[in-house]
């Protein structure tokens, strides 16, 4: 990945949307977790899983992280959407190496 260190939640986000993997990727949510996109917040399990299936999984999404500095990872996203690649900016809250919140807005 680009010699970039990542947090174990930041790392198990990527890798799962790479994989295009929705319940790996549901499981890196902890409980009570928010996802703020397309001006649009998901929040808690069954949300969150219907933003994967349909932000993530659907598309196929594929990230390149570029940068990762204060909880922010900046990377390129590809998939079956138009106009793509896209950089986007992802927020990380996270706790006990699970995400507990993500914005996600374009860079």
Known sequence: MNDITLPKAV???VAAT????????????GDGAT??????????????????QGHLIG????????SFA????VASADGDFPGGPLSFA??????DDRVTSLAIDPV
Request: charged letters at 30%; zero cysteines; proline letters at 4%.
């Open 11 to 13: 790392d198990d986000f």
């Open 18 to 29: 790479n994989a295009h993997d929705a319940n790996d990727l549901a499981a890196v949510f």
């Open 35 to 52: 996802v703020g996109d397309d001006g649009k917040t998901w929040a808690g399990e069954a949300e969150i899983r219907e933003w994967i």
């Open 59 to 66: 598309p196929r999404v594929v990230l390149t992280p570029t």
């Open 70 to 73: 204060d909880d922010r990872l």
């Open 90 to 95: 992802f927020v990380f809250g996270i706790k």
